[in-house]
């Protein structure tokens, strides 16, 4: 078992002995004691205070030790909080209703719910990594920090990627998509040197990148090369209302047989999250000031999308009504980086 946070709620979450994934609320309903504290022996959660006993999935109680033979009490009409969770590509992804902040028990019901999302792959054969952040700062800043296209000379210049003097200007295409909205196919930026090293391996004539945001919190790209592609799933997840944590899923089948690339990859992966980290705590110094912000055209469009998908979206549930996409059509936007 593993403690977590997800939207301010504490969490407890393993695999069962068939491997299949659960999650619950990291308290016992008796008196409140984390049930991460307590005993797992792959098929039952135990309290470490009393030894009650819960089925992880469901939450269903099987075991008060404290009972005599002729208890009335039904144990089996007592649940702690369990919610709906699927293993993907080594994460947790858990569903969290609107009931969960209130600690309301038993397992979350719910009509239908969409297949956990899932690394772009484009072959049988692949390498897979993953990368994680902590960042002191809210989901919203952290998200528009993802989709900022106009940091990257000045947060993430290096030798290995790019620096400041190779700034120029470019112009690219976006549409809307469902829940959200598409960077269109587009040959990747010239100034970078993964990209020049992939076109040389590559031999590839034309390199594309796709690149998709989709709400609350997901950015996938997609980079293909001829028979060569790398896809990563990138989300800003939200821990409390001023903490969040950036995870970069990344599956590719390139280099596959040159030694040590999965290790170099990480090591340079891992510098280059550690300056959108620092980068998110510096700017949490002056967010603590609640200083006036603004967002500019075409570069800060991209964040201005989010803000409007997420009101669409509310707008839509509150009403009762379906979801009107803000984003009419295509669009171009111009920016340098």
Request: proline share 9%.
């Amino acid at each position: 078992m593993h403690p977590a946070m997800l939207l301010g709620t504490p969490l407890v979450i393993g695999r069962k002995r068939d491997g299949s994934a659960f999650a619950m609320r990291d308290s016992c309903p008796h008196r409140g004691i984390p049930l991460s504290y307590g005993r797992f022996d792959g098929e039952q959660v135990q309290c470490s205070y009393h030894g009650w006993c819960f089925e992880p999935k469901s939450g269903q109680c099987r075991e008060i030790p404290s009972l005599t033979e002729d208890s009335k009490l039904k144990v089996d009409r007592i649940y702690a909080s369990a919610f709906p969770c699927e293993e993907r590509d080594g994460f947790f992804w858990i569903f969290m209703p609107p009931s969960a902040a209130s600690g309301q028990a038993g397992q979350t019901q719910i009509g239908s719910i969409p297949p956990a999302p899932r690394v772009p792959t484009f072959s049988d054969k692949y390498t897979l990594t993953h990368l994680s952040a902590e960042m002191p700062t809210t989901v919203d800043h952290g998200i528009i920090g993802l989709m900022d296209p106009a940091h990257g000379p000045f947060v993430h210049q290096a030798w290995w990627w790019r620096s400041g003097h190779s700034i120029h200007e470019k112009q690219k295409n976006f549409e809307p998509i469902p829940m959200g909205f598409c960077m269109s196919a587009h040959q990747p930026s010239k100034n970078s040197a993964p990209y020049k090293l992939l076109r040389m391996y590559a031999g590839a004539d034309s390199i594309t990148t796709t690149i998709d945001f989709i709400l609350p919190n997901m950015r996938t790209e997609v980079i293909r090369a001829g028979k060569y592609w790398f896809a990563s799933l990138t989300t800003v997840t939200p821990i409390t209302r001023d903490h969040c944590r950036i995870d970069v899923s990344s599956a590719w089948n390139l280099f596959r047989f040159v030694p040590f690339v999965l290790p170099i990859a990480r090591h340079f992966g891992k510098k280059f999250i550690r300056q959108d980290q620092m980068t998110m705590e510096q700017q949490a110094e002056g967010l603590k000031h609640n200083p006036n912000l603004m967002l500019i055209d075409d570069a800060d469009r991209p964040a201005k999308w989010y803000f409007a998908l997420k009101q669409a979206y509310l707008d839509a549930q509150r009403a009762g009504a379906p979801f009107k996409h803000p984003i009419d059509g295509p669009v171009t936007l111009k920016w340098r980086s």
